[in-house]
């Protein structure tokens, strides 16, 4: 029987973290890349890159690395983009995974067939391969919401800013309270001629530093104390770090801290603090030039950033495979559970730092199927792939919304793989 090759699709972070062990651990596969190159959205040269000039990890150089290959000590706590590029320009180099890679090669489609899974290519060419792993992450395609009336000005999606320049002498609406939005209001506040940031609800933002430490590592080393004693605690200390964030026109949360991805960003506050930007309420509609909040207040605008996140899947799948921003059918947003072969890495959001996630995403599935490929029994890990979903939630109720679709604790999430990782190396 003719033994197939693994197809392995992107050559961002999940897809490198993917080469590393599957060449680790001697599991056949051709990896395909459509830029030119290594890094995915962290290379802002790439067209569709998310990246802007100002932007940095929300997570800390400390907890953010793969597991054998730490980020640089003279890194800054919160490495720019340039930076991670870098890291994983060198992470590549480590483990000399660049030749395993085909660049400048798109896939059109892919299918299961009869046991195999045939890709077919940007020229038209199809190939079969024993299955498919995809790693093309999660922020490529910009999720443009609908809004009555017409806009007369300009409309982007964040994934088109890239310099303050862009807003020098304009009047700017960013559109959407993340992390990114966060960092692209912050820009707009320093280099429009006037700058809003519009938000459907309120949420927690976060210090990236307490007393000293980055976030991440404060709660890292802080006591893991059930959710209902940690939430009273945490939301307390945000009250004393931040005050009233009301007082600043935003509003207040509608949810209990975590229950929603918080903010790593109080350079806003700072913003708002001195009137360098200002908070209005969602858009109700365009009128021309105007844009109409849902308070009924009215603002003339030249240019709206639309921060508002990005459709999750993988687009070159078969209609009723996996559906955008649905990882129901993935066993750890990972193993979908209909289609054995087919893999999908990244597709999730963390309240920690992800690289080291993607690295255990990437040696569990190295090693099924360096187990199956060799006949081995792995009766921990199929009993888990067919039971019941395992809840990593912690006890947090997460708000129903697009953005929590995919989310994940990290601690429970980390500690589940790990129990899996070992029966696969022992067994």
Known sequence: MERLPYCLVGAGPAGLAAARWLKALDVPFEGFERHPDVGGIWNIAFPGSPMYESAHFISSKSLSGFRDFPMPESYPDYPSHRQILRYLEGYAER??????????????????????WVVRFADGSERAYAGLISAVGCEWRPFM???????????????????????????????????????????????????????????????????????????????????????PILQGLLRLLNGDVTRLGLPQPD?????????????????LQHGDIEARGDVREFRGREVVFADGRVETVDLVVLATGYVRGVPFL?????????????????????????????????????????????????????????????????????????????????????????????????????????????G
């Not at 483990?95 to 067939?113: T, Y």
């Not at 949810?255 to 913003?271: G, K, R, Y």
């Open 318 to 426: 078969p209609a009723g495979t996996l559906a955008d921003d649905d990882v129901s059918p993935l066993f750890l947003n990972v193993f979908h559970r209909r289609e054995r072969d087919l893999f999908v890495l990244g597709h999730f959001t963390a309240d920690g730092g992800a690289y080291p996630l993607l690295d255990r995403q990437a040696e569990l599935v190295a090693r099924v199927l360096d187990a199956r490929r060799r006949g081995n029994e792995i009766p921990r890990f199929e009993a888990a792939l067919s039971g019941k979903a395992p809840d990593f939630s912690g006890g947090v109720r997460y708000q129903n919304v697009r953005r929590m679709s995919n989310y994940l604790k990290t601690r429970p999430y980390r500690a589940y793989v790990d129990r899996l990782l070992s029966s696969l190396r022992t």
């Open 145 to 231: 919401p609908a809004f009555p009336g017409t806009f007369a000005g300009d409309i982007i999606h964040s994934r088109e800013y890239k310099h303050p320049r862009q807003f020098e002498g304009r009047r700017v609406l960013i559109v959407g309270a993340g992390n990114s939005g966060c960092d692209i209001a912050c820009d707009a506040s320093r280099a429009a001629s006037r700058a809003w940031i519009s938000l459907r609800r309120g949420y927690y933002f976060i210090p990236k530093h307490i007393f000293g430490k980055p976030a991440d590592v404060f709660d890292e080393d802080g006591p893991h104390l059930p959710y209902f004693i940690e939430r």
């Open 255 to 271: 949810h209990s801290i975590l229950e929603s991805h918080p903010v790593m960003n109080t350079q806003i506050l700072h913003a």
């Open 95 to 116: 483990f000399e995974l660049r030749p395993l890679f085909k660049f400048g090669v798109s896939i059109q489609a892919a299918r299961p067939d009869r046991g195999r």
